[in-house]
Every structure is written in C-alpha cells, then in structure tokens.
C-alpha cells in the first residue's frame, strides 16, 4: 500500500505544529503503527522529529526496502542506539523536552500487571 508524499507530510505538520504548542523540542516514535502513519513504512527503528526542520528515518534492518516505501527525504541506517542520539542532537539541538509514544506497554508492565 502507498500512502501520498503530500498526507504523509501533512500529518508531520500537523505532528510539529501541536509539538511546538506544547514545548516539545522533538519526538521519537518507535511502534510500527505510528512509523507507518508517519513514513509510510514500518521498517523496525526510530523516526525522530524535531518541531521544526526535517525528521529523520532510522532504520535497523532494510535501508532499502524503507527508502523504497517511505517518501521520507532523510533515511539512514540505524546501527546502535546511540545513533538515535546523535540524530536527536543534530536535528533538535538544545532541545529540553522529548516525546515518546505513551500508548504501548513494555514487557516488564504486563508482568508486573498480572
């Protein structure tokens, strides 16, 4: 399925503008819901997105495949966590607040849960 370069960019607009409203200097989104809405893929690995500029793609597994199916502009290979770091930094720098989905549960919370 292909989702249109101009939905895909306008749901990152309207992502940024309720970020900047809020004080979110950035945002990484990992599950593969909101990576699909996002980029029109869901490659395993971190979109980072900063309130204003451009987001960044990380992916773990198939640069290809993710640059095949996302109209993203920046897509990069993800090879260690730390990567996802040093894109917050370059595209969001001095940012003091992060966003991170809310909505999933960890392994660890189902557990203690029961």
Do not use: W
């Not at 607009?13 to 979110?24: D, I, N, V």
């Not at 990576?35 to 869901?42: K, P, R, V």
């Not at 502009?73 to 809310?102: C, M, N």
């Amino acid at each position: 399925m292909y989702t249109a370069a101009r939905e895909i960019e306008a749901r990152l607009t309207s992502l940024q503008e309720k970020m900047a409203a809020t004080g979110l200097g950035a945002a990484i989104l990992v599950q593969n819901t909101d990576l699909y809405y996002f980029t029109g893929s869901c490659q395993a690995g971190h979109l980072v997105v900063p309130a204003r500029g451009e987001p960044v793609y990380l992916v773990c597994k198939s640069l290809e495949r993710a640059r095949l199916e996302s109209l993203l502009g920046s897509i990069r290979q993800q090879h260690a966590f730390a990567d996802v770091a040093a894109v917050l930094k370059e595209v969001a720098p001095g940012a003091k607040t992060v966003g991170l989905e809310l909505d999933m549960k960890t392994a660890s919370a189902v557990t203690e849960n029961r």
